[in-house]
């Protein structure tokens, strides 16, 4: 046998081998990690995502809530994960700005992960006690702070995290004085919120929406692009000429950097499905969820400018890493 058949041989036998692979994945049940605690928008996604995805792939996909630290414990958890497309995790916004606020954060989101698609975006709304505000009197809120002696109290889900970036860049933005008070979460936050313990609160659609339904709560206005069609009477903050105030809350799927290409693909494949399917959609779109997937490379540009402009975002406020 010559060389020459020898590596023709060769390569034959390799590219079969790696279509046999293929082909066998999924051979077991698939990780998705969501590194906050069961229930809110996050983990919504993740179940309906995960449904789709497992019936399509003909393995479950296993929502593993790995809470704790900010979302770092489940976050390292699944940077560290065997990179074989048997883990993969839903990242978000925090995970943008967590780099900026955390002094030794223990994975890096632009190094540790590869993009497989985004999922969607929502934006934040300012939610108020519901029978001291009407449904968009973002006018109203910002004249009663501009003119109280002690500042307006905003909830926020800890240090660094977009509730709280939104309140001090609402007090930036406004001139009003506010006193950012942390909370364990945006349901605790809430609930305060219709008690009228506190002023207000910046989270989304999905995190209000039992408490809004119920007239407990009213929002006075969104940090997105566009008004929402199930809000009309709603202004964004750009409407109400708060300048720096247009961003969203978004989600995307990673897995840990260096999974093959062709296993990301096949998982990219499967997620676009999922966000497509028929009831993906009217379960999430009722949550203010935009869904919207994307390609690897559209991702990794995308994660890679949210993490430049929070950074510039918390310096511009003076946050410390902690």
């Known amino acids: 046998m010559t060389n020459l058949l020898r590596r ?3 390569v034959a036998c390799t590219c079969l081998v790696g279509t046999s692979a293929l082909a066998a994945y999924p051979d077991k049940p698939v990780r998705l990690i969501v590194p906050w605690a069961p229930g809110g ?16 792939l003909g393995q479950s996909v296993v929502v593993d809530n790995r809470s704790g630290a900010s979302g770092r414990i489940g976050t390292e958890a699944a940077a560290k994960a065997a990179p074989d497309g048997y883990t993969i995790a839903l990242v978000e916004l925090p995970h943008a700005i967590a780099p900026a606020v955390t002094a030794k954060l223990p994975y890096d989101l632009l190094k540790d992960f590869t993009p497989i698609s985004l999922v969607g975006t929502s934006p934040l709304l300012l939610f108020v006690n519901g029978s001291k505000y009407k449904t968009g009197d973002i006018k109203g809120f910002l004249k009663d702070g501009r003119t109280s002696a002690a500042p307006i109290t905003l909830a926020h889900s800890g240090n660094g995290s977009i509730s709280h970036l939104s309140s001090e860049l609402l007090a930036g933005a406004s001139g009003v004085k506010i006193n950012p008070i942390p909370y364990r979460g945006s349901a605790p936050a809430l609930t305060d919120v219709a008690a009228e313990q506190v002023g207000g609160h910046f989270a989304t659609l999905a995190s209000g929406s039992a408490l809004l339904a119920a007239g407990k709560i009213s929002v006075l206005m969104t940090t997105g692009p566009a008004r929402l069609p199930a809000m009309p009477q709603v202004p964004t903050a750009r409407e109400a000429g708060l300048a720096g105030m247009q961003f969203n809350q978004w989600w995307a799927l990673v897995a840990p950097a260096t999974t093959p290409i062709d296993v990301i693909e096949r998982l ?13 959609r009217e379960r999430l779109t009722t949550l ?17 400018d949210e993490v430049h402009h929070w950074g510039a975002v918390v310096r511009k406020i003076g946050l410390q890493p902690e």
């Not at 996050?42 to 789709?52: E, F, K, L, N, S």
């Not at 990219?268 to 993906?280: M, N, S, V, Y």
């Not at 869904?291 to 994660?303: N, W």
């Open 8 to 10: 023709a041989l060769l």
């Open 41 to 56: 928008s996050t983990d919504a996604i993740a179940r309906a995502m995960a449904q789709r995805m497992g019936e399509s």
């Open 268 to 280: 990219r494949k499967e997620a676009i499905a999922a966000l497509e399917h028929p009831a993906t």
């Open 288 to 304: 203010g969820i935009d869904l919207k997937g994307s390609t690897r490379d559209e991702l990794r540009a995308f994660m890679r």
